[in-house]
């Protein structure tokens, strides 16, 4: 499923500004993460490494996939 269309811009920039800097700070990571949950209103974020998401009310999961779609 596309959920592109269904996330605010914002919250794309702010979810790829964080795995962007995750790699910044830490280039030797092996671990890749599957994504971030992030808060719709804070824009406040975790990398997810593994497992289902448990998110809370406010978040939403984007997946690395989505993350990565327009950095390269």
Known sequence: MDFSAL??????Q???HIYRTYYEV???QVQR?????IDRFTH????IFSGK???LPQE???PVGQL????Y
């Open 7 to 12: 996330l605010d811009p914002s919250l794309l």
């Open 14 to 16: 702010a979810a790829r």
């Open 26 to 28: 830490h280039p030797d």
């Open 33 to 37: 993460p599957i994504g971030v949950a």
């Open 44 to 47: 406040r974020g975790k990398l």
């Open 53 to 55: 998401p448990i998110l």
């Open 60 to 62: 939403c999961f984007i």
């Open 68 to 71: 990565e779609a327009d950095l």
